[in-house]
């Protein structure tokens, strides 16, 4: 057995199943500059440490990530040409009709999953971004990896001239920038719907005209994948799309998030998005494996609720990520266990009352699926336009999943998520008092020069003061 | 040149200027983001625009750590330092702000301002994909939005006839301008660009029927003169970055050094003088067309498409340039791209392009930033020999 047939072990595979992927999966790991080092790192390391992998469910759930990653490098037969969109963009019902319409069409979020999968499992996202750095985003400008990640993989010829990128301007100039970089260096078409970013501080982010625009801008871009792709999206399309959403939501998103309620919650941060975020993503690889990881994952996590089994012992201080955690450095996670926190829930993933409410309001009365994915994102709440708004999202999910600390992720590069991330701590600390740190961290890669030492420093002293808080606050009851 | 001297000391007096107009009850309406906020409409609903364009001073970056981070762009934390420090008189002297949505910068310039300040502010959409059916009308919405705004903080309406009498008074600014600047498409250009800039922030400054006056006066002085550098001058274009008000170190450096600046397109640092605006019609239809359609596309307005960048290699033969610099604020990483895809085209051309970059710190890097240009303009006036 070597490091290939560990990795699909690792990842859910069943043996029949690995031996036929097998050579898909080193030729698809060769294009995507995956040595094999890489791969012995991620199955002696990497994944056991940060991965509950002893749940048959999260494998499988690894599995359905690591054939997408595979995806981006090696087309099936049938899949002649490609469209991409950027995170965040909800491309699961953006970009699901679009494959629908014509299977032949790949459909990815390859930045995205580059750094989901790439960077995070086998810590080779560098290799893109160096490559993007070699070609136009300048180093010392400091641009996000994520971008560079998308812009890299074409540089380096792994992704091809695409056809249809219909970009997402929702909340940063650096990722629609990044696409025209893209174009001058292939010739990739791109389209850019966008959001007005116009809400006031304490402004109402549903607001109709705002909504209303980004709603015609989103269908704006369909048009423009119909035309380059030669394709028809039609209102069936559309529906399934929605279907499956609510599908999605129903059988992934809200269970998970309820188990998760539970003290200790049974899975960590770096679980917890894996599990939850194909209802984000465009799968190409379709969403069966994720449907059925799930129902074996579910029942895992019933049992361990059941007998007060978690990732930490119970009463362990509970603290969130503001933003996402940094998945680029996953033992991050295992790291805050060490010092004694659960730093397993995410701003980004969590929903509270006000959100859980919205989000049935919205999914209830869709009538048009683009309405519908610009209410979404004005709900998500770090992806919002209101910061008045985010902050009563933030003060829900710390009084529903009882919150004791905030690591409100300051990724430097990133303008947009770390220019509200000051903002919303200073919010959190003044006006619910539980403790935030804004550490500067690259939520997407993991660059060697990271340093490791000083971030466990800053977590320890963050995570005595958050005991102290804790203690503190249930003394005065 | 006196009547350039003369409109200089607006920026001297603007504090004043503008304590006394407060104390006569007139409000202030500061300005944030790249030029898409009619100052036209201001003054018809009988308040004071103040484009915030101040720069340069390291000190303002040092004032704004406490509220920013660090990779937030160069320009923007200045504003952020002059706003929140409270010793930049005329940043001290605003009612409201108006803040463009438009590049994110801006917009959280705003959203800092609020949360620390207090200061009551209106974001103004300008969508970022102006190809788009509904992008126009929905900065038209904006605009009526914030004439509604302004009307209500001084109880003033402004009416179509008050938007006319603003919307001629700006044209015949830029007009101005305009004429200015293509003296500089002489072989010997009489004003270099050292000065138009600075002549250009005065306009953000001074009082609009007072310079439109005293542009006319600089204009003709202009009109008649020698030309003040001579004819083998280096021509050179500054790109990129915004040149705040105060920013001057770049071009005094290029032109010591020899070259003379006849073009520059700075991403909203400088007014844009081109387009204007109709003055027959709905006022503020054609304001919307000027404002959000008409200018110079910047690095926001997806997609680029090869409008933006052959914009560039068009002002180089325009004003038959020798060579580009790039001047690059640290963080603007849109502008960086943007200088990676121009100086692309410039290769092509066979124009050499220099990169600098500034966090407000090239003064305390003199010595070395003279040296680079300094061999710059001797590398152009080889390429220049050459063709
Ligand atoms: S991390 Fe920040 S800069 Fe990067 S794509 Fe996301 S929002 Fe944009």
Redesign the interface.
């Known amino acids: 057995m070597d490091e290939y047939d560990e990795l699909l072990k690792l990842c859910g595979f069943q043996p029949g199943e690995a031996r036929e992927y097998k050579p898909t999966l080193k030729k698809g790991l060769d294009k995507l500059l995956v040595t094999q080092d890489d791969v012995k790192f991620a199955v002696k390391e990497r994944l056991p440490k940060c991965w509950s992998l002893h749940l048959e469910g999260m494998r499988k759930i690894l599995g359905c990530w690591l054939r997408e990653y595979i995806r981006i490098a090696v087309p099936t037969p049938e899949e002649t040409r490609i469209c991409h969109t950027y995170f965040p963009q909800p491309g699961m019902a953006y970009l699901h009709p679009i494959k629908l319409a014509d299977p032949t069409i790949q459909v990815s979020i390859p930045d995205f999953i580059a750094s989901f999968v790439g960077a995070a499992f086998f810590n080779v996202g560098w290799k893109y971004v160096e490559a993007a750095e070699r ?4 180093i ?4 996000c990896s994520l971008n560079k990640i998308r812009y890299g993989l074409h540089v380096l010829g792994i992704v091809p001239c695409v056809d249809a990128s219909i ?1 997402f ?1 929702s ?4 990722a ?6 893209i ?2 260096w292939d010739g990739t078409k ?5 959001r ?6 304490d402004g109402d982010p549903f607001e109709e ?2 909504i209303k ?1 980004f709603a ?2 989103l269908e ?1 871009g369909h048009r423009k994948a119909e035309e380059w792709l030669g394709i028809e999206i039609t209102p069936e399309h559309k529906n399934e799309a929605v279907e499956l959403l609510v599908e999605l939501s129903i059988k992934t998103f809200v269970p998970l998030l309820e188990f998760m309620k539970a003290d200790p919650a049974p899975l960590n941060a770096n679980d917890l998005a894996y599990a939850l975020l194909p209802i984000a993503m465009a799968m190409d690889t379709g969403y069966d494996y994720t449907f059925k990881a799930h129902e074996i994952l579910q029942q895992e996590l019933r049992t361990m609720v059941d007998e007060g089994k978690g990732v930490v012992p119970k009463g362990t201080p509970r603290v969130s990520w503001r933003i996402l955690h940094p998945w680029g450095c996953p033992w991050l996670v295992p790291m805050c266990h060490e010092l004694g926190i659960s730093a397993d829930f995410e701003e980004g993933f969590l929903l509270g009352e006000m959100q859980l409410n919205k989000s049935m309001e919205i999914q209830m009365g869709a009538t048009d699926l683009y309405v519908m994915m610009a209410q979404i994102l004005a709900m998500v709440s770090v992806l919002g336009t209101s ?1 008045e708004y985010m902050f009563r999202s933030h003060r829900d999910h710390i009084r529903d999943y009882k919150i004791d600390g905030l690591i409100s992720t ?1 990724y ?2 990133c ?2 998520l ?3 991330s ?2 919303l701590a200073r919010m959190i600390e003044d006006r619910i008092g539980i403790p935030c740190i804004t550490p500067d961290v690259d939520i997407y890669i993991d660059r060697g020069d990271f340093p490791k030492e000083r971030m466990r420093t800053l977590l320890e002293t963050f995570a005595d003061v958050v005991k102290r808080s804790k203690v503190q606050r249930s003394e005065q009851g | 040149m006196e009547a350039m001297e003369r409109l200089s000391k607006c920026v001297q007096e603007r504090p004043a200027e503008l304590k006394r107009l407060r104390d006569g009850g007139i409000k202030v309406i500061g300005i944030v983001g790249l030029g898409y906020v009619p100052e036209e409409l201001i003054y018809a609903s009988a308040a004071i625009p103040q484009r915030l364009i101040k720069g340069g001073q390291r000190e303002a970056i040092d004032d704004s750590r406490e ?7 160069t320009f923007h934390k200045a504003q952020i330092g002059y706003l929140l420090s409270g010793k930049e008189p005329v940043y001290n002297s605003l009612d409201y702000l108006v803040v463009e ?1 438009g ?3 801006s ?2 310039v ?3 301002v ?2 620390y300040r207090k200061l009551p ?9 102006p190809e ?4 126009l009308s ?1 900065y038209i ?2 605009l009526g939005r914030l004439r509604d705004r302004l009307e209500e903080l001084t109880g003033s309406k402004a009416s179509e006839e008050k938007l006319r009498e603003y919307i001629t008074l700006y044209n015949e600014m830029r007009d101005l301008l305009k004429n200015i600047s293509y003296l500089r498409k002489h072989p010997s250009p009489p004003i270099g660009g050292l000065d138009f800039i600075k002549l250009n922030h005065y306009s953000f400054y001074c009082e609009p029927h007072k310079y439109v006056d005293g542009l006319k006066s600089v204009y003709a002085e202009l009109k008649g003169s020698e030309g003040e550098y001579p004819a083998d001058a280096p021509r050179i274009a500054i790109f990129g970055c915004p040149i705040a008000q105060s920013d001057y170190v770049l071009p005094r450096l290029i032109e010591d050094a020899g070259g003379v600046i006849v073009t520059e397109e700075l991403s909203g640092g400088i007014r844009h003088y081109e387009a204007n605006t109709k003055v027959h019609g709905d006022m503020m239809g054609n304001l919307a067309h000027r404002y959000y359609l008409g200018r110079a596309r910047d ?2 307005k ?3 498409g090869d409008e933006l960048p052959s914009m560039f290699t068009r002002l180089v033969d325009d004003y038959h340039v020798d060579g580009v610099i790039w001047y ?1 604020l ?5 502008n ?3 200088g ?2 121009v100086s ?1 085209r410039m290769k092509e051309k066979g124009i050499p392009m220099m990169t600098i ?1 500034s966090e407000y710190d090239l003064q305390g890097r003199l010595e070395s930033n003279k040296t680079r240009i300094e061999t710059f303009i001797e590398v152009v006036k080889q390429y220049r020999k050459r063709r």
């Open positions: 070609e136009g985003c300048a010392e400008q400091i641009g970009g301007h909340l940063c100039d650096d629609a920038l990044s696409d025209q970089l174009h001058e791109i389209w850019t719907p966008y007005v970013r116009d809400i006031p501080f005209i705002n625009y015609a801008s704006d910061i300051g430097r590069p303008r947009t770390e220019g509200h000051l903002i | 509220y920013c981070h660090g990779s937030f762009s949505s590049d994110w910068n917009e959280m705003g959203m800092y609020y949360f502010t209106t974001w103004l959409g300008v969508p970022g994909n788009f059916d509904g992008a929905y919405t904006g690095v926001y997806y997609p680029w690059q640290m963080y603007m990483v849109g960086s791209m943007l990676y895809v692309k970059q």
